[in-house]
DNA sequence: CATGAATGAGCCTTCATTCAT
DNA sequence: TATGAATGAAGGCTCATTCAT
């Protein structure tokens, strides 16, 4: 009946409502600014109908988190399939968190909140499942790369090295800029601009592997202006390029 | 007089078991799991004392931190004073934080929720200044590790590259490593021993500087296990070796 | 839809359950024995409950003054329009007062509280709002007395007093009665009917004033008792009449 | 011996402090500012002394009452004394009260406290006894005027006229002054100088009363003067004269 | 006598969640 | 299905008073 089929998209609807007032709130105000009085009195339903949609408060925020997590998935995805190489196509991940962590510089903080154990174990598992699954999509493209790259000849691992293991370096640093950049500056960073020296350590750290073609061999600057272009159809984040 | 000497003496001590029963509540049960009140029966004495001793639950937290911060600048001091090349010592620091992680493993978790406005504003002036100052301090030792290497002709950074951009790619990773350790492990980092390709990846970053001796050129997991035992009188960190 | 016009009423008749309460218990403990907690016991609603309809503690004692003074500006009102002359309709006010008083013995005491800053500075912008302007409502009966009888001719005040002059000696007058006999009587006053006291006073203040019929020449008791029950339906308060 | 009279001085001298201590914070914070640490840190002393001069915090502020209160007894006392005609020494206590309430503009706000019953039984017996006896002698002084007005001839009370009465219209007003003078201005009164009204109607209604002289036939506003001069070493306080 | 650490009842307020309508 | 009044456990903080030293 097309009636259900309106129903259905109503809910969807108001299910993204809930989502972005929820962020918006979590971005402004905090985790314990967050609650759902106030939730329900912004999107302007009862606290009710915000139940009808999320069981509790640590599943609205585990959605919440699958939200972003999805489009930073999908820009993951977006960025490993650029047309270059390798190690282009690496960078283009980073570039396109770069990107992300402007659009949602709140994320890292909303997905510690679930790793905090009284809050975890109230998520229903279906969530939980679909949270897991975000993640490890995520994933798969980063080692897609990593593959791609030894095949190519352009990276070689020693047997002790895990395939991952300049992944890791990666999402290590863009993980630490991210709690980093969100406290005060210390003294030896101030008026530094971080994002490129991040950006620079990336590039620091792929040379040290030996990831071909090197940034001494290649103007990886001009690659990250083309993928934020050509994919994100955005200028280049501020501190990638000088 | 001697008895003052003594109240003085228990004072602290009631300092100490505050703040490590404090740090025992948050590691199990999270901010939200910390309580005024909770702590009091812990340590069995009443809600009255423990804000003799701290005037808000958030000047404890500022005060739980700073408390193992401070641990943490005197590892850092020690371990930039081992008696080897400016490599060797900006290891000694990595050796230094892995160990100090394994011995606070919630140090991070902490100190991000200072981080939170609605806590922050409520820290009180003195003790916000002698968090800043344990900061600086900090960082002023690895700073001078870096001034050292570029003075002994180990490090040579171009005129673009401030001073402290290789400490922030090992400042980022450790931090980045520490929050992605603190949840679950994802797939492709099952079962892989995370601490080694930190470590490698310090190695990797450095080479990628070009900070002499490379890792090629010396073998670091011989220095760390001195550095483990003759700086911190223990054995070097499982991950470190192989 | 009639269910929410019959919530509308249930929500009314709860807030006056909650104000009754309330001003019984300052009565009998003071504003130091007035609780949040004791309220939602007595009222048998829960503490939740209570703090929906009154922000605070102190906008429900607010309110409460709020209510009680809009009683009074009722019964000042209804007194002014006493179909009289401008000395009999002034003292008609007396009386509502001496009534309003027998009816709220209370009133005075919690409005002082409103008066403690610390105390005010919680209070609801829209709460004090109401009372400011239930405050001005009632000068302005008074004053219009005032105006009547200069027109009439009833009253000369020479160009140094101001209009509200005969006004604020009946005011101190009635507030100053109310302060003093809600102590223990001093041993001059002791025994003695004040409440006629008072009233005799206001009638040589006005005999001061000149302020027409004097009470040598119209035997204002006679009004009194025709106020009292003309206007308000009761017996004439003791004190009044011998 | 000598020891114990120093020991006495020092006690008393230290009771002075604590009440004078004491009275500054009601003035400045108000009563829920008020409390026993605060004042121990303030005198630099214990609040364990603190305790041996008052029993309780409610003894202290019963202390405090009659302190100013003693201090109010003889201003009236001394301005009884004032050599002129009763109705000039009827105002002289008016003129002494204007004057105790610029030096004590928070003794009634104080006084009304006493009149709580939950702070009030805690007052010890003695106390209580020096609060009623303070409060005797000053009434005493009052009446002892008027009974000098009748023996005089300057005032004549019929028979259902309580020897007090005048006395009680002058109380009146000004307590009730006080309370009024205390909270915002309300819109009629705004801007004018309520003092001098005070100072009116007290001669509206002692004229009232027919108390000679009256002030038609009397400059009241010199003597006014002159008992600031000579009974007060002050300036005649604002609003007694134009 | 003086001290001040310790006490703990008491208070205000918040907010996730339920459920009758 | 939507509503929002009602709940009540929970938690942060204060402060008068006591008492061992």
């Not at 109908?49 to 993951?76: G, P, W």
């Not at 994933?139 to 895990?162: F, K």
Request: proline share 4%.
């Amino acid at each position: 009946m097309s009636t259900s089929l309106r129903r259905q998209r109503e809910k969807l609807a108001r299910e993204r409502l809930i989502l972005d007032t929820a962020r918006g709130m979590l971005q402004q105000r905090g985790y314990l600014g967050l609650n759902m009085d106030r939730i329900a009195e912004a999107i302007e339903y009862s606290k009710g109908t915000v139940y009808q949609h999320f069981s509790s408060k640590e599943d609205l925020i585990a959605a919440l988190c699958i939200d972003t997590a999805q489009a930073r998935a999908e820009m993951f995805r977006k960025a490993a399939s650029f047309d270059g190489n390798t190690r282009e196509r690496v960078l283009a991940i980073g570039v396109a968190d770069a990107i992300f962590i402007r659009r949602h510089p709140d994320h890292f903080a909303v997905e510690s909140i679930l790793d905090i154990q009284s809050v975890s174990e109230k998520i229903p598992d279906d969530r939980r499942a679909k949270w897991s699954h975000t993640k490890s999509t995520m994933m798969d493209v980063l080692t897609g790369i990593v593959r791609d790259a030894i095949e190519a000849g352009d990276l070689v691992l020693d047997d002790t090295t895990p395939l991952c293991a300049p992944l890791y370096g990666l999402w290590t640093q863009s993980v630490g800029h991210y709690r980093i950049t969100s406290s005060e500056p210390l003294p030896p960073f101030e008026g530094l601009d971080m994002h490129r020296v991040l950006w620079n350590n990336y590039n620091r750290l792929l040379d040290g592997y030996g990831w071909r073609p090197l940034s001494t061999e290649h103007a990886f600057e001009e690659s990250a202006k083309r993928i934020s272009a050509e994919v994100f159809g955005e200028h280049v984040p501020k501190g990638i390029t000088a």
